[in-house]
């Protein structure tokens, strides 16, 4: 094991290195067809205890696709209800483009959820160019509890669950509810995060609010950059009209947009680059993300993945963050081994497809 250790920093410090990338390169085996099978195969076979939800919905919302909006998110919310049993009940928000006034009338600028939380004005979500846009996010209020809120334009296709559709931004935003929960969201610990996770990266030092705050104690603070926008991801891509070409949208996302190289790419979504860092960016979050999530998928499956986003819901710190000690605890092995046994081999042999 040590001398793996050493061969990986050597690796990532030079593209050119082949003899490296060959010695690392795992043969293209079917991973990720037989990873989006057997999630596909969730779907259809898992027990589903079910979950309650209740709906918030803008006046003068079309009614045939408000049905269509439940349908697609009665069914993301009952796909996880077969892995966790939460008793809180999921809160959906459902708006169009054209009710901006009426978000503003439900939500405020100081108290969440949510009016400043979401980017919403900035991202597009209202207008005529949202028309065709199904947007989703999901945030937590001032007691942890997670929102998730869409805006569903009117000439949405709710057949087509190709890129950014209707049906998979409500599989990727549902999947982001029950991480929140899992992750202990509503515990004390984490209902004033969004603070404390201010105050650690952008306050100045002697900002008397610093010793009001538990310190890094919720595990948000700390999470790896691949975890949760890739486990999102992994759990709606398989459903989407070609998963295949997704994926490849995704691959091809890592491949063109990183300046400086693939393989620095890698080495900054090792499990030290936490969520809260510049580096941490999109194409780290979701692409190399969603590639992590397959092997881990692939390795453990199902089951312990969704006991390790359990485990990660006690005391965490910045220099013992509870991701790795639940990662440790759940799959018997530290994460950052697995990274350098498992997810690098399977990166490199992806992107050498
Ligand atoms: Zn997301």
């Known amino acids: 094991m040590k001398s793996l250790l050493l061969a990986i920093p050597l690796l990532l410090n030079q593209c050119s290195a082949v003899d490296y990338v060959a010695y690392w390169r795992e043969p293209p085996p079917p991973v990720w067809e037989q990873v989006y099978e057997d999630v596909r195969d969730l779907s259809d076979e898992r027990h589903r205890p079910g979950q309650d ?8 919302f079309p009614s045939d696709h408000l049905d269509a909006v439940v349908a697609l998110y009665g069914d993301a919310i009952s796909f996880w209800s077969g892995a966790f049993d939460f008793p809180q009940t999921v809160p959906l928000t459902v708006m169009g483009e054209n009710d901006r006034d009426w978000w503003e009338s439900v939500t405020t600028q ?12 900035d991202a597009g979500w209202f207008g005529r160019s949202a028309s065709k846009k199904s947007i989703g996010m999901v945030g937590t209020d001032h007691l942890g509890m997670p929102h998730i809120v869409t805006v569903v334009g009117s000439e949405v296709d709710f057949g087509y669950s190709g890129a950014f559709s209707a049906p ?16 202990g969201s509503m515990t004390e610990k984490c209902t ?15 900002d008397p609010r610093i010793g009001d705050t538990n310190g890094m104690a919720c595990p948000w603070l700390s999470m790896p950059c691949w975890l949760s926008e ?3 991801e992994l759990y709606t891509i398989p459903f989407g009209l070609d998963s ?10 890592i491949k063109n947009r990183t300046e400086d190289g693939l393989l620095r790419v890698l080495n900054l979504t090792r499990h030290n680059l936490t969520t809260g860092d510049q580096g941490c960016t999109r194409e780290a979050m979701y692409s190399v993300g969603l590639l992590v999530n397959e092997k881990l998928f692939y390795d453990f499956g199902d089951e ?14 910045s220099t013992n963050p509870s991701w790795e000690i639940a990662f440790s605890d759940t799959f018997g092995i530290s994460a950052e081994d697995w990274y350098e046994t498992s997810a690098i081999p399977y990166l490199l042999g992806v992107f050498d497809d």
């Open 304 to 317: 312990r993945i969704n006991e390790f986003w359990l485990a990660i819901n006690q005391p965490s710190s």
């Open 230 to 232: 890739g486990h999102a």
């Open 53 to 60: 939800w209740e709906l918030q919905v803008a006046p003068g």
């Open 244 to 253: 295949e070409t997704l994926r490849s949208l995704r691959i091809w996302q």
């Open 168 to 183: 998979l931004v409500a599989r990727h935003e549902t999947t982001h509810w029950f991480q929140y929960v899992a992750t």
């Open 192 to 206: 004033d995060w969004k603070m404390a996770l201010f105050l650690g990266f952008f306050a100045d030092p002697d």
């Open 110 to 121: 100081e108290s969440p959820p949510f009016r400043d939380d979401y980017n919403l004005y």
